[in-house]
């Protein structure tokens, strides 16, 4: 499976982006995908996954209802909605792979990564 991520891009405080994990593979639709973000200095931190079907999400706590996972098979794309950014949702961040159908926060669990996308929020 490879994995590019796009629709990262400078926003203002208060904004929304939506980011784009496309996908090849003729198995894409059998992974569990991730998103995550690292920052300048910072450790890669787990945003939202969601299973093969698209039927089952998990998010980290701090961006429930904030952000919001989604994919489409056919296409074999994932999106991420991220709504009401603030300049702590600066990074770059990557859409990954896991075969596993459980969900996982830790980014060695994940066995494909895209290349990554910066989102920058201004305030």
């Known amino acids: 499976v490879q994995l590019q991520a796009s629709g990262g891009g400078l926003v203002q405080a208060g904004g929304s982006l939506r980011l784009s994990c496309a996908a090849s593979?003729?198995?894409?639709?059998?992974?569990?995908i991730g998103w995550f973000r690292q920052a300048p200095g910072k450790e890669r931190e787990f945003m939202a996954a969601i299973n093969w079907s698209g039927d089952n999400t998990y998010y980290t706590d701090s961006r429930k209802g904030q952000f919001s996972i989604s994919r489409d098979n056919a296409k074999t794309t994932v999106f991420l909605q991220m709504n009401s950014l603030t300049p702590e949702d600066t990074a770059v961040y990557y859409c990954?792979?896991?075969?596993?159908?459980?969900?996982?926060?830790?980014?060695?669990?994940?066995?494909?990564w895209g290349q990554g996308t910066q989102v920058t929020v201004s305030s």
């Open positions: 593979g003729r198995t894409f639709s059998t992974y569990t």
């Open positions: 990954a792979a896991d075969r596993s159908p459980y969900f996982h926060r830790t980014p060695s669990d994940y066995d494909y």
